[in-house]
T-cell receptor
Framework: DAKTTQPPSMDCAEGRAANLPCNHS???????VYWYRQIHSQGPQYIIH???NNETNEMASLIITEDRKSSTLILPHATLRDTAVYYC????????????FGGGTRLMVKP | DAGVTQSPTHLIKTRGQQVTLRCSPI?????VSWYQQVLGQGPQFIFQ???????GRGNFPDRFSARQFPNYSSELNVNALLLGDSALYLC??????????????FGEGSWLTVV
């Protein structure tokens, strides 16, 4: 799986949009971008995934650049409960169900 | 519907002992994976099972073993426990393996402390 690079930490004001960047410059054509988050002491929670097109669900939006070398997870209206470590993962179609987690971004949402 | 359930939630073992952790996947999910998360790090892949067959193994010693039962539940066994095995052990399940429409869901984990 391609390596991802994320900033180790970010702050966001409550109610504002949180934009979490991820670089995956070595991504291959068949690799998807997945985002998970982990709130302290809990299991990772699936957020969203995409291949080429931008995606949106009830939790977040995923913006993937045209060259697919980077992406941004957007939480449109961050709340205190969104404070967590956010992991960006690229996953190949032939990787079975193995996810390779990096260090993630620790997002702190402040009042 | 229940999510991925794991038991026990917390346990303490002594060095050299053996431990068995249990996982029930989401109903209808046939693939189960196990991960180890040491404090301060991201989860690391240990095993994947699909239809009761081992489909992938991470870089863990042979002291770690697992199996999947006909009802798709799974057990992770760790023998000869070391202090370094202290971690959160996560189970994840998915409907099938591979990508298409295949989201992987995690349980809340089992906290293992080795003393």
């Amino acid at each position: 799986d391609a390596k991802t690079t994320q900033p180790p930490s970010m702050d966001c004001a409550e109610g504002r949009a949180a934009n979490l960047p991820c670089n995956h410059s070595t991504i291959s054509g068949n690799e998807y971008v997945y985002w998970y988050r982990q709130i302290h002491s809990q299991g990772p929670q699936y957020i969203i995934h995409g291949l080429k097109n931008n995606e949106t669900n009830e939790m977040a939006s995923l913006i993937i650049t045209e060259d697919r070398k980077s992406s941004t997870l957007i939480l449109p209206h961050a709340t205190l409960r969104d404070t967590a470590v956010y992991y960006c993962i690229v996953r190949a179609n032939n990787a079975g169900n193995m996810l390779t987690f990096g260090g993630g971004t620790r997002l702190m949402v402040k009042p | 519907d229940a999510g991925v359930t794991q038991s026990p939630t917390h346990l303490i073992k002594t060095r050299g002992q053996q431990v068995t952790l249990r996982c029930s996947p989401i109903s209808g999910h046939k693939s189960v994976s196990w991960y180890q998360q040491v404090l301060g790090q991201g989860p690391q892949f240990i095993f994947q099972y699909y239809e009761k067959e081992e489909r992938g193994r991470g870089n863990f010693p042979d002291r770690f073993s697992a199996r999947q039962f006909p009802n798709y539940s799974s057990e992770l066994n760790v023998n000869a426990l070391l202090l370094g095995d202290s971690a959160l052990y996560l189970c994840a399940s998915s409907l099938v393996e591979g990508i298409s429409g295949n989201t992987i869901y995690f349980g809340e984990g089992s906290w293992l402390t080795v003393v």
